[in-house]
Every structure is written in structure tokens, then in C-alpha cells.
């Protein structure tokens, strides 16, 4: 970009650029560098060496930190010699350079770094900051823009309604080529874009357009007398070239999308060599370990050239998932933003080559037939092609609407019912083997509130019968009685002795009713008496993956409801516009047939209505953008909430109040307003507040002064230990 058009655009659009800052010194670069404005690369590499000698640390501190007579710290040499290398990579390089001397330190930061260019914080603050004379340069810009773009739909319906009307104004008698001339000067604007980004299919459709606009007006000003089958034979050139490039575009994405690979395939496969063998096995070369950091430039260019490597997001690991499981290549590049964004150009594509199909070419038919052949067919009729469209898209959009955002948390409900399938056949399976694992005559642990809980002793039938417990087992009344010692219960009838550590608490009297109560639970139950409820119990982690699902799959149903929003309101406009085209056509076609040749004048509407859509949205965007421009305001006080009313003038004296002059004072807890309290009340709410703020104030002023004394004995133990060190 040469320096008049930098100059130009940082003039036009110099309410989005930084604004100086005159309290602020800031160095030149020329002067750091003790160099002229015009200096050539040569001078500019001398003065950076000879002040390089002059500002390094190192000389300065074998001169003694002195600089020009006077003594600086090694902090200040630092700091200078960081501010003149600064300058001279920005002098350096001419791009840089040229930008600096026409935008300075700021604006050439904005421009350079990206994320500041297209953040709308930043260009919002900007904006905020920026003088009345620089928003007026800007809206004046927005308003020459649309009013090119109105211009030339405002000169044909004005020509056409004094076509139309029996006295005609200064247009009707204008030349329908002298007519367009904006279009012309857009064109041949657009076209030299085209021939300058080298764009060749692209300036062959416009010029097709361009040349078929030409033979209408041509054919509207009796210059030619053609049919409009051959008057349409650019149209036709223009419609197959841009089926051309719809078809061309999806044969690259197909391409590109097949080219795509992982850096772990072509690490394993392309770089290392990685085999595999008849079993589909890998088979690893140990002497081979290249990643693709190792390699050079040429074979990362002529790797680049037969892949494309895509960057896979992280994946979250469902729960229940093999950890050893490895995902398969497509289904991670799948997951690529490339190969969605790839994916999405193919639809736009496939979509653009569906529209030319049906219902371009029909269209542009039916018109040839209407007008060629005198045909008095309805144009509601000709038009039918762009209706049949329109419903279909309409379905599509309704389809994206409701159906979308349903499936996809139908996918999760699905997936989050499984996994309780799979948790409560694994259960199951878990329940029975430990029913029928356990062993026999083991010695139970005691645990703590469970079978044998202190006080209240339940012991289940199959532990029972299984540790060969029976009504003959004798229970030591005086170990039962003291609750604390361990119960030993004796099988009688078996040579093998069966020793429980239970820790009971029972009276005497109360062993026959422990016995019967025994009994009775080792009774078997009845059919159908069996406990079968199941009871899922998520842990965290898989609550916080089904939460993460959710939360992807609404963002996936507002995506696609703001796409089918979008494509309801585009439909909605162009329903309009065609449905007034085609009652204009009808209305005077009508009326041609009812009038005379000599009477011309016409009682149907005016052609301006089916521009006032168009018009409609113009003055709401201009309206949105002078609101934006005129009335933009500082994005810190913007997001911040406004307090309004006496507490704000209370929260800022007891702020005061305090006695901290630090800028990094504690925060203002906010005073939430109390409903209907009286003066009394609320005096006593807002004191009880005030001393809140004071406290937490004074906790913070606490909590620094603690920090800053640690600070001071560590350092004095360090300074200390390098004295006795040395």
C-alpha cells in the first residue's frame, strides 16, 4: 500500500485509530536513533551500532553507569536500551516505517496487531474517545456509501413511473444506457478489482452480466430489434459459468477434505514410515523416532503439498469409555475446524448449483415464452419457479428450527440413557457374583453403623447361613451385657468353629428375641417380594460430561435457530419484492390491454413501492450506525452497572471516608435497596453497610501490611545468607 492511500484511509477512518495522548511524552524514533526523517537503511543500521555502544549495559557499566556526564541506574540503562531497539526494529522494516510515519507509535500497533483491528472493544473505546469532526468524517462515508447503492434502483423507478404517467418528467425522454450509468461505474470499478486480484472466472461472469444488462437497455431504447431469446444469451453464459464454478468449487473442497490428515498420521505413516502387516497391525520401525518439528523446510513443503495437516480439538472422554480406546483418524478429523469449515463451503456450494438448476434457468425461460410469444399468462405464473423455491426453503428453515435443536439433545438424553443401561447391568452382574463368591466361615470386620452397629443388631439371613449360625448358637449373656467386648458364637453341631468380632449391645433377656428375630429374616421371601428398583447414582465426572453435552448441544439448537431466523427473514424480503413485482407487471400489462396506444396513463401504484423495502432497511441500518457512531461511550462505563440514587453518593463518602489513598483500594461491596424501609431504618441499614465496607477495607490494608513485612524478612534472610556465604 503506497503512502497517499495509507494517508487517505488513516484520514477517513481515523475515529477507529487511538487517540493521542498529550499528556503523555512519547519518544520519536528518529530522535532515539539520532537519525534523519529520510535516512536510508544503511544510516539507520551505523546509528543503531554507534548507539548501541553508547546505550548497552554493559559498556555503561564499564564507564562507571555514566551516560552523557550523568549517573543512571542499571534499571534506566536497561529501559533505554530496550526503547532504541524498539525503534529501530520499527525503522528497520519498511513496512513498519511507513506506517509509523503516517499513524505514529499507536496507530501503528492498532494496525499491525489484529486482534485490536477487528476487536469491538477496542474499536468501541476508540470510538468513544474520538472528536466530533472524526465521526462526522465516518457517518458522511456510510451515507456517500448507501446513497451509490440506492442510487441507481431510485433512477430506474423513477423513469418507469414517468414512463408510465400520462404528462412524464425529465426522465422519460433519457436513454436507458445514459440511464445507468452508476451501474457502468461500478462495474468497471469491480472488474479492475477483479483483473487486479487476478480473478478470471469471476470477471467472466460479471462480464456476461454486464454485456446482457447492455442489450436490454439497448433493446428499451429501440437501438436493436431482437428477440429476448437472443438478448438473453448472455444471461445463459452467466448462469453456466456460475454453475461452472459451483461444481469446480465442490470438486476442490471433496479434494481438500481427502488431502486432510492429523500430525500423528503423518508422523506414523509419512515421516517414520510406520507399516502395517496382513493382520492390519502396526508394525514399528524402533530405529525410526522423527516427529514433524525435526523435519527441515523442503520436507515440510513437500509434505505440505500432499496434505493437509488439520489441528484436532481435545476430546472429552465419555463416561464408561475405554481409556485405551483410540479414536479413529476420520472421526478426528471430522472434528477439525477445517474440515468444517470445508464442509460448510461444500453445502454453500452444493446449494448455489441447486439454485441455478431450479429455479434460475426455468425462470429466465418462462419470461422468454411470456414475452416472445405474447402470451397472456398470469406473471403470479412465470414467477412459479421462485414460489416452488421459496417453499422449500421455507421447509428447510422450519426443519433447522424445531428439528435440529430436538435431536440433538435427543442425542444426549440417548447417550446418558445408555450409560444408565450399562451402569445398571453392570450392577447386576457385580450383585451376583458377590452373592456367590463370598466365601464361607471368613471373619467379618466390624464396619462402622453397618450390620453390627452398636445397639440395634441386624444380622441378614444369608451372612447367617452362611457363617453356619443357627438356633443353637450360644451367645455369653455377660459378654452381651457389657456391650463392649466381642460376642463369640459357636456352632454346635459342626467340628469347625466359627469365630464373628461383632461388637453388640443387648440385654440378657433380649438374646431370645435376637434369635427369633434372626430366624424370621432368614425366612425366604415370597415370590414377587423382591426389591428390584434400581437406583442410578451419577458421580461428578459424568455429570460434568452429560452437563458439557447439554450445554454443546443447545449451543449447536441456537446456531442452527439463528440460521433458520436468518433464512426466514431473507425469504420474508424476498417474497415481498416479488410479490410487488409481479402485481406492478400484472397491473400494467392489464391496463395496456384495456387503454388505448394514445392514452398512457396508468392507475397502478407507484414503482417506488417495490423499492421501499430495500429503502426500509437502509434508513434502519443508517439509523443503527449514527446511533453507534454519535452515541458511543466508554466501554468500561458501558459494561459497568449504573447505581443510581443517594446510595451512590454514600458508597462514595464512606469510600473517602476511610482515610486509603491507594488507587488499589478494596472493592465497594454494592448497597442492595431495601424495599419500603423508613428513614430510621434505612440510616441504620446503610450505617450496618458502611461498617461492612470499613471492615473489609481495613482486613485488606491488614492483609498487605502482613505481605509487605514477610516480604522485608525474606529478603533480610536472603541478604543475610549471602553474607555469611561470602
Known amino acids: 500500500m503506497k503512502t497517499y492511500q495509507l494517508k487517505f484511509l488513516a484520514w477517513t477512518f481515523s475515529a477507529f485509530l487511538p487517540p493521542d495522548d498529550h499528556d503523555a511524552k512519547e519518544v520519536d524514533c528518529y530522535e532515539l536513533l539520532d537519525v534523519r526523517r529520510n535516512a536510508n537503511a544503511d544510516d539507520i543500521k551505523k546509528a543503531y551500532k554507534k548507539r548501541s555502544l553508547q546505550l548497552h549495559p554493559d559498556k555503561l557499566r564499564q564507564r562507571g553507569m555514566k551516560y552523557q556526564g550523568e549517573l543512571i541506574t542499571e534499571e534506566e540503562a536497561r529501559s533505554r536500551f530496550q526503547q532504541m531497539k524498539a525503534a529501530y526494529d520499527i525503522l528497520n522494516d519498511p513496512k513498519k516505517r511507513k506506517i509509523y510515519d503516517v499513524l505514529g507509535h499507536k496507530g501503528m500497533d492498532f494496525v499491525i496487531n489484529p486482534s485490536h483491528a477487528w476487536d469491538p472493544h477496542v474499536l468501541l473505546g476508540n470510538l468513544s474517545k474520538s472528536s466530533v469532526l472524526d465521526r462526522a468524517k465516518l457517518m458522511t462515508l456510510i451515507l456517500v456509501f448507501f446513497g451509490l447503492i440506492l442510487l441507481q434502483p431510485i433512477l430506474v423507478c423513477a423513469k418507469v413511473d414517468q414512463m408510465l404517467e400520462k404528462n412524464g418528467g425529465a426522465l422519460e425522454n433519457a436513454t436507458w444506457v445514459a440511464l445507468l450509468t452508476p451501474f457502468w461505474l461500478f462495474a468497471t470499478f469491480y472488474g479492475v478489482l477483479l483483473i487486479i486480484g487476478k480473478a478470471a472466472l469471476p470477471l467472466l461472469q460479471m462480464i456476461s452480466f454486464v454485456v446482457g444488462i447492455l442489450f436490454l437497455a439497448l433493446k428499451f431504447d429501440d437501438v436493436v430489434s431482437w428477440d429476448y431469446a437472443a438478448l438473453f444469451s448472455p444471461f445463459y453464459v452467466w448462469l453456466l459459468l456460475r454453475l461452472q464454478e459451483a461444481i469446480s468449487d465442490m470438486r476442490t473442497l471433496r479434494a481438500h477434505m481427502s488431502k486432510m490428515v492429523t500430525i500423528e498420521f503423518i508422523e506414523k505413516y509419512v515421516i517414520n514410515e510406520k507399516k502395517q502387516d496382513e493382520n492390519g497391525n502396526d508394525v514399528e520401525d524402533q530405529q525410526l523416532h522423527r516427529t514433524y518439528n525435526d523435519l527441515n523446510e523442503e520436507e515440510r513443503d513437500n509434505i505440505n503439498k500432499k496434505y493437509i495437516i488439520v489441528h484436532v480439538p481435545p476430546r472429552t472422554q465419555a463416561p ?276 388505448s396506444t394514445d392514452d398512457n396513463d396508468t392507475s397502478s401504484f407507484s414503482t417506488f413501492w417495490i423499492l421501499f423495502p430495500f429503502l426500509l432497511c437502509s434508513g434502519c441500518i443508517i439509523c443503527c450506525f449514527s446511533c453507534a457512531i454519535f452515541g458511543a461511550s466508554s466501554i468500561d462505563s458501558a459494561m459497568s452497572p449504573e447505581d443510581g440514587g443517594e446510595n451512590d453518593d454514600n458508597d462514595e463518602s464512606d469510600v473517602q471516608g476511610t482515610g486509603t489513598s491507594d488507587s488499589r483500594a478494596s472493592p465497594v461491596i454494592p448497597i442492595q435497596p431495601t424495599p419500603s424501609l423508613g428513614d430510621e431504618a434505612r440510616k441504620k441499614y446503610e450505617n450496618e453497610s458502611t461498617a461492612q465496607v470499613k471492615t473489609e477495607s481495613q482486613k485488606k490494608v491488614e492483609n498487605e501490611e502482613n505481605e509487605t513485612s514477610l516480604a522485608k524478612a525474606v529478603t533480610t534472610d536472603e541478604e543475610s545468607a549471602m553474607d555469611d556465604l561470602d
Not at 422 to 431: D, R
Not at 518 to 538: C, H, I, L, S, W
Open 320 to 595: 464408561g469409555e475405554d481409556e485405551n480406546e483410540q479414536e479413529d483418524d476420520f472421526e478426528r478429523i471430522e472434528r477439525s475446524p477445517e474440515y468444517q469449515e470445508a464442509k460448510a463451503r461444500h453445502q454453500y456450494a452444493y446449494k448455489s448449483m441447486h439454485r441455478i438448476i431450479f429455479p434460475d434457468l426455468p425462470l429466465i425461460v418462462l419470461i422468454i415464452v411470456q414475452l416472445d410469444m405474447n402470451k397472456d399468462w398470469n406473471w403470479g405464473l412465470i414467477f412459479l419457479p421462485v414460489w416452488i423455491a421459496m417453499i422449500f426453503e421455507c421447509c428447510g428453515g422450519c426443519y433447522g428450527f424445531f428439528c435440529t435443536p430436538a435431536l440433538a439433545h435427543i442425542e444426549v438424553q440417548e447417550a446418558l440413557a445408555e450409560h444408565i443401561a450399562k451402569e445398571q447391568e453392570a450392577k447386576k452382574k457385580g450383585g451376583d457374583e458377590s452373592a456367590t463368591q463370598q466365601p464361607v466361615g471368613r471373619t467379618q470386620p466390624d464396619p462402622p453403623g453397618g450390620l453390627y452397629a452398636q445397639g440395634d443388631v441386624k444380622l441378614e439371613a444369608n451372612e447367617m447361613e452362611q457363617d453356619g449360625i443357627n438356633e443353637n448358637a450360644k451367645v455369653d449373656d455377660t459378654t452381651c451385657a457389657s456391650g463392649a467386648d466381642v460376642a463369640t458364637f459357636a456352632k454346635s453341631n459342626s467340628d469347625t468353629e466359627v469365630n464373628i468380632d461383632a461388637a453388640v449391645a443387648v440385654e440378657p433377656a433380649t438374646n431370645t428375641e435376637f434369635l427369633d428375630k434372626a430366624n424370621e429374616e432368614a425366612k425366604e421371601p415370597e415370590v414377587g417380594e423382591e426389591d428390584d428398583e434400581f437406583v442410578f447414582e451419577m458421580d461428578e465426572d459424568t455429570f460434568h460430561y452429560y452437563q458439557q453435552a447439554e450445554e454443546e448441544a443447545d449451543g449447536k439448537a441456537v446456531e442452527a435457530q439463528s440460521k433458520a431466523i436468518g433464512s426466514f427473514c431473507n425469504l420474508i424480503f424476498q417474497a415481498i419484492i416479488a410479490s410487488l413485482f409481479v402485481a406492478k407487471l400484472n397491473q400494467v400489462y392489464e391496463e395496456r390491454d384495456e387503454q
